[in-house]
């Protein structure tokens, strides 16, 4: 599994870092009722990350390939053009809610709001990560400009493999 990148012809580290954004969901038709979110577009740097879609309980679902520690954001971006509505959205774990992660938005009539989470998770390999959200109002719809990213935390470590040289993932000093 390569962490690499090419970059002026050369071979350089990459941290691991995954973009979905362009999200698609069904619109709140039963109030609190949790629905998938769906992106159109997704961004991966290198291959600590693959995806499933539609695939078994999960729903497009960044698979980890590299245990380790990582930074998740998710920024939602709602609008309800005829009502005032509550929405909220939560981060999934192998199809379990991250407690932590739940944010909940009050969205007035004719506004955009931004709902952020941001959070630090430490996952494993062949954990997979996913995104929910859920409204009172049948009318509120998610735009375009949300973005769900997740990136490595680089950590020095300790290699005695290497006569006792300090490994930064990717970054060989």
């Known amino acids: 599994m390569t962490r690499e990148r090419e970059i002026d012809g050369s071979i350089k580290p990459a941290i691991p870092y995954l973009e979905y954004y362009t999200p698609s969901s069904d619109t709140p038709l039963v109030a609190w009722q949790w629905y998938p979110i769906l992106w159109d577009i997704h961004w991966i740097i290198t291959s600590d990350f693959t995806e499933k879609t539609d695939i078994g309980i999960f729903t497009d679902c960044a698979i980890i390939q590299t245990t380790g520690l990582y930074r998740i954001d998710f ?58 959200w859920a409204s009172d109002s049948i009318t509120a719809i998610i735009q375009d400009d949300s973005v769900f990213r997740i990136s490595y935390i680089p950590m020095l470590g300790w290699n005695n493999n290497q006569a006792g040289v300090a490994v930064n993932r990717g970054v060989r000093r």
């Open 75 to 132: 920024q939602l971006h709602i609008h309800d053009g005829e009502a005032n509505a509550s929405c909220k959205s939560h981060l999934l774990l192998n199809n379990v809610e991250v407690w932590s992660s739940v944010g909940y938005i009050y969205v007035d009539a004719s506004m955009n709001v931004t709902l952020f989470t941001t959070i630090t998770l430490y996952l494993k390999k062949d954990d997979a990560i996913s995104c929910e």
